[in-house]
């Protein structure tokens, strides 16, 4: 991080030689490569082992390079002015000619884009003369990064470059929502939906139950330890990793906290360290205690949700 432009400059390098490069943003670590070149994408699934059908998000610098591949309209030109960059995703439909690969949007004609806010990788799209295609840099279904140390762990030396950023500030992934239609959240993530529908006027429903995958997260498993995972419990046997919402008086070894005041941001952007951390420590089983499902507690609890999937 003490020498940011030749780090920029070096990915630059890998990218152009569609190499995959691991990047920072305010919600977790992507894995990049070139969103207009398929030979570079196809790298990204081959080292994530994500599946086809699952497309990428990609990761636009400015609206002027946006307006080359989208279709813009009311909806999305209202959040945008007032939630960019930050930590929203919008699905939106392509345009003819637009030059994203079709192994990013599974041959679809609509494809998910958005503007990170992290200053390292925003100079870093700004140099570039391509879109990135960025999904997760971790293993399919696996934790998120929100760090280099947790891309190291993930990928070893797979990958030729990770741009240093710092750890993530939010933690969790973006928020979804598609405005191809009538507006829709997709997944949830680090935008609140209360911003979203104050910023709209509206209230913008959850379609937790979309069976299509149209987006990212929206597998039914996803962002795993992979160690068995109980919602809503009380106490945990002796041997069970426990997560909290919040410091108990009572410490146990066992006992991991989200944060020390039951504060949901916090817990939010803590919520993939512990399940690291836990995974390290070798057990075999987490228990949850009740996470309250508002504010960012609904994307805490959508995640748990989707990492204990069978």
Do not use: W
């Not at 990204?44 to 609206?63: D, E, G, W």
């Not at 994203?100 to 990170?116: G, L, Q």
């Not at 529908?197 to 597998?219: C, E, H």
């Not at 939010?268 to 951390?277: H, P, S």
Request: glycine share 4%; aromatic share 8%.
């Amino acid at each position: 991080m003490n020498n940011n432009l030749a780090n920029i400059k070096k990915s630059i390098f890998y990218l152009n030689k569609s190499e995959c490069v691991a990047i920072p943003t305010e919600t977790v670590y992507g894995l990049a490569a070139n969103a207009y070149s398929s030979k570079a994408v196809r790298k990204i699934y081959a080292l994530k082992k994500r599946p086809r059908n699952n497309p990428s998000i990609v990761h636009y610098s400015s609206l002027n390079r946006l307006e080359k591949d989208c279709e813009l309209n009311k909806n999305f030109l209202i959040l945008y002015k007032k939630l960019c960059p930050g930590p929203i995703t919008f699905v939106l439909k392509l345009k003819k000619g637009s030059r994203i690969s079709r192994i990013v949007t599974n041959n679809k004609t609509t494809v998910a884009v958005r503007f990170p806010k992290n200053k390292l990788t925003q100079k870093l799209l700004g140099l570039l003369k391509y879109p990135l295609a960025a999904p997760s840099a971790n293993i399919s279904t696996k934790i998120s990064p929100v760090s280099k140390e947790d891309v190291k762990e993930e990928f070893g030396n797979k990958i030729k470059f990770i741009l240093d950023g710092g750890r993530s500030t939010i933690g969790l992934e973006s928020t979804i929502i598609s405005l191809v239609d009538k507006p829709k959240i997709l997944r949830l993530g680090g935008m609140q939906r209360s911003k979203i529908n104050k910023v709209l006027n509206k209230i913008i429903k959850y379609d937790r139950n979309n069976k299509k995958i149209t987006a990212p997260g929206q597998s039914k498993l996803h962002y795993s330890p992979g160690i068995p995972i109980k919602l809503n419990t009380t106490e945990p046997k002796h041997d069970e990793a426990f997560i909290l919402i919040k410091k108990r008086k009572k410490s146990c070894k066992n006992y991991f906290y989200l944060s020390k005041t039951k504060n949901l941001k916090q817990a939010a952007k803590n919520l993939y360290r512990i399940l690291r951390k836990i995974k390290k420590k070798n057990y075999k089983s987490i228990v949850v205690e009740k996470i309250p499902n508002f504010g960012f507690g609904e994307a805490i609890n959508d995640r748990l949700k989707k990492a204990s999937a069978k």
